[in-house]
């Protein structure tokens, strides 16, 4: 039987895969999170999903959890579904070992899934919300600037 280390190095290994090989790589292979602080913010947070997912499911340790991964994937170069999409590759790494129920994983990944979506949306939101005020703050300074 796979520890839950073990279940969340598979579940890291198979979402670094969306990356490019060079990225994917670095993320992999640093796990000083002094110089890899994305590949460690990924890392933790999936301990501290997968703890949840099997454990008591508790939403605001699992939003907690997922806010650094997904401030992280709003800002690259990710579709939506892409972005994501990292939670579905959960199903056969946990439908795989009997640490669960079935019909608990099923329910529980489906949750996580729109938990993740939401705030993946709440994030490109702010995001929008920011380069609509830069974009503002540019044009009220753009006649001071010419009278000058």
Known sequence: ?????????????????SYPDLSAGFLASERDPFRNP??????????????????????????????PIIR???????TPSQAVGFVFLLRPILLATSLAPPATIEARIDQLALITFDHYMKCR????????NEVQRRIRLRPVL???
């Open 1 to 17: 039987m796979a520890s839950t280390h073990e279940l969340v190095e598979r579940w890291f290994a198979q979402t670094i895969e």
């Open 38 to 67: 994305a590949g460690h913010a990924l890392r933790s947070g999936m301990s501290a999903i997968m703890e949840e997912l099997l454990g008591n499911w508790d939403t605001e340790k699992i939003a907690a959890a997922l806010d």
């Open 72 to 78: 992280l994937r709003a800002v690259q170069d990710f």
């Open 125 to 132: 939101e702010q995001i929008a919300e920011v380069r609509a």
């Open 146 to 148: 010419r009278s000058q």
